[in-house]
């Protein structure tokens, strides 16, 4: 039997313990799979005496992450405490300069540092893996540095939060509005007591970003990210979305379009027969599209102590398997800085939802600042007819150019009888 | 620049010729993903002088495509001839034996002699891969063998034959007769001229007894899969699922028992909110129940020159990148032969519908007979009352035995009203 894989795990919340929990559990399984076990004979976390449900007695215990990364002797450290500075940022940073491989879960400090990371790895000779910080227990990252890897990618999209689709799906399944049903996911435990890491689409553009890297060969370009979060969805876009034959969905979308590559996270109408618009509560999904494959679709858990953990052992089952695969697909000289195709160059259809009093010629007002813009309209939705009172209506454009519809929205917004923010969100072409 | 890995094509039909165009159109970036070129040295096929719309002048021909694996100086056999015996056996055999390793799309030459060529591979120290021969385009064989790999898998299902699954989405969408969209799908080239291998869960079969034993570590066990195809269900069937609530999917499906690895192909009544039941068209889909991740969904083109080819491509990049992981997951040794579970130990829900001579006493004979066999009625539709006329009867039971469920319906057979076999279509908890 070949020599034991040494792991050393660093941060020992939900997903610290969900791990040593499946590298024992599954211990015979994956000795079989690898020819070689893979035994966690190190740990670092904050409060030593903290019952954590899981027996610590023979590992060695660290109180600090980052002395554990640099002196342990392991092949592996995991790092399983988050955040993209501090403590978790010094630990993966002193594990690949001590020659150590790195396994993270990290999604924040990829986006900001993955690139660094990878780096300092490729010349330490050392492996960077993160499967577990996109898309929870999926294997995307796999599916797209190695299944898919004879494809150009052409687009990659998914439901990367599991939060804002869990509020989403509730908000469909119930009318109820989202302030009500945000505070509900958080009594369920389903998002933070702080939920704009989520809810504003922060967690999602991390991980776009990551995917982008890996699926075009392009350096991590968080901040090309252009994000917006859910919080202006309401109950009634939903049922408007319903009427038009839409889900609404937070995706993250990275595309290749003629100006470079277009990454963002926003609200989207999808069309109620697509795959990603059937994908309901905290469920995550990614498709890729490539060249020669066409068009797949990845769909799991995308959080939890059992998919992460499911993740974090397929990276170190790689890695004992002898696997050493670049951390975003190729080589870091070789990863091409990535050049943004902004949201002013985007174009697509857009559903513009307007809260007017019922009075005759803002209909007319709204329409003739849309024809202006040369955005022509396909379809307008009214709900009653009520003189004097507000009420909402809705246009359906054909595609335009962002320019155009941004510019006609902010005209109409002026109209005296416009009395709330229009709202917009774009119809995705799947 | 490392040394290129040189490969050597048998079988130049639409896979091995799409094979050839991608590795030549991706030339660059599987360079930038390997570290190494990949490059075609050699190919075989039957007829040297076929148009097949691809420069062969670079490469060298062999008429003899076991001569080719055996001689050829490559570090890589692909074959792409297809059937389970003849000159695909024996190129794989003598590829293996020459220490090439060997990548196959061959799903029928897997499902028979999957463990003697693994073996052989093994004691050659070579790799046999195969991600192409089961769901085309979808890389499932990784995500069993590697993104997965640390969950025992209690279950895995999925719609593996795009051609039935076309013909029971258009059967679906048009209301017409399964004889009807047949020929329709034989015109459009989506059917074989001889559609049997397809229709009758053949093909299903093949790839689920090799997607079994990557997923439970058991030796392949064609033999032990129970196989129904798709010929007796009808228009009628399928709007009768409609009423219920249901798809029909031909489903293959592969689950632990408290007996052993129990592995079916047939037409299934899958709820019509889970995943697989809004896979449509020739789209494959496979979902794979492990115990730490959950439920994962995969889905994409199961068949075609593309897809193909991309996933023949990500078996030759893994081998480029000097990946080594063992053909089903384990090493030969470590394959437990397969404790089949049989269908007569199956127990589930059932649809089953009657075509009866509308008279009194012939619903009550039919609740009887299913009351004897301790069988019970979940609900009941009859479509109109047409006293003296041919009527359909659906019962649909609650979870029964499959024994006691074939009893009953053998038992209702024999009622002088009912006119035709009747049908039975087991409904799937998923």
Chains 1, 2 share one sequence.
Not at 334 to 362: F, K, N
Not at 387 to 404: L, N
Request: hydrophobic share 45%; aromatic share 4%; proline share 4%.
């Amino acid at each position: 039997m070949s020599e034991a894989l040494k792991v050393a795990v660093a941060g020992l919340g939900t997903v610290g313990v969900g791990t040593v929990e499946l590298l024992r559990a599954q211990a015979a399984l994956i000795e079989a799979r690898c020819g070689r076990p893979i035994v966690v004979t190190d740990v670092s976390a904050r409060d030593r005496d903290r019952d954590r449900g899981v027996d610590l007695s023979t590992v060695r215990w660290h109180d600090d992450a980052v002395a554990m990364a640099r002196d342990a002797e392991v092949d592996v450290v995991v790092e399983l405490i988050g955040g993209a500075e501090g403590t978790a940022k010094a630990v993966c940073e002193t594990a690949v300069r001590s020659g150590k491989h790195l396994v993270t879960a990290n999604k924040a400090l990829l986006a900001r540092h993955g690139f660094a990371l990878a780096q300092a790895a490729e010349t330490a000779g050392v492996t960077l893996s993160y499967e577990a910080a996109v898309a929870g227990g999926i294997p995307v990252i796999k599916a797209l540095r190695e299944g898919l890897a004879g494809n150009v990618v052409n687009r990659v999209y998914g439901i990367l939060n599991g939060t804002c689709n869990y509020v989403l799906t509730t908000m469909r399944e119930t009318g109820r509005d989202f302030d009500d049903v945000l505070l509900e996911a958080q009594a369920l435990g389903y998002a933070e007591s702080d939920p704009s890491f989520d809810i504003d689409g922060v967690d999602a553009a991390h991980k776009l970003a990551i995917l982008t890297s890996v699926a075009f060969g392009t350096r991590v370009a968080l901040d090309a990210v252009h994000v917006e979060g859910i919080r202006h969805v309401s109950a009634l876009d939903i049922q408007f979305a319903r009427e038009l034959g839409y889900r609404i969905k937070l995706l993250g979308i990275a595309r290749r379009t003629h100006v470079g590559i277009e990454q963002r996270v926003h609200p989207c109408m999808v069309p109620l027969d697509t795959p990603i618009a059937q994908v309901e509560g905290v469920t995550n999904a990614v498709v890729a599209e490539g060249d020669f494959v066409g068009s797949t679709v990845f769909e799991g858990p995308g959080a939890g102590a059992g998919p992460t953990a499911s993740a974090v052992a397929s990276d170190l089952i790689d890695l004992a398997r002898g696997a050493r695969i670049p951390a975003f697909s190729v080589a870091c000289d070789a990863l091409q800085e990535l050049t943004p195709s902004p949201m002013s160059a985007h174009s697509g259809a857009y559903y513009l939802r307007l809260m007017v009093i019922d009075r005759p010629g803002v209909f007319a007002a709204g329409a003739s600042a849309l024809g202006e813009e040369h955005v022509s309209i396909e379809s307008v939705l009214q709900r009653g007819r009520d003189p004097d009172e507000v009420v909402p209506v809705v246009m359906v454009t054909h595609e335009t150019e962002e320019q155009a519809m941004i510019r006609a929205m902010e005209r109409i917004a002026e109209h005296p009888a416009v009395i709330e923010p229009p709202r917009l969100i774009r119809i995705e072409a799947l």
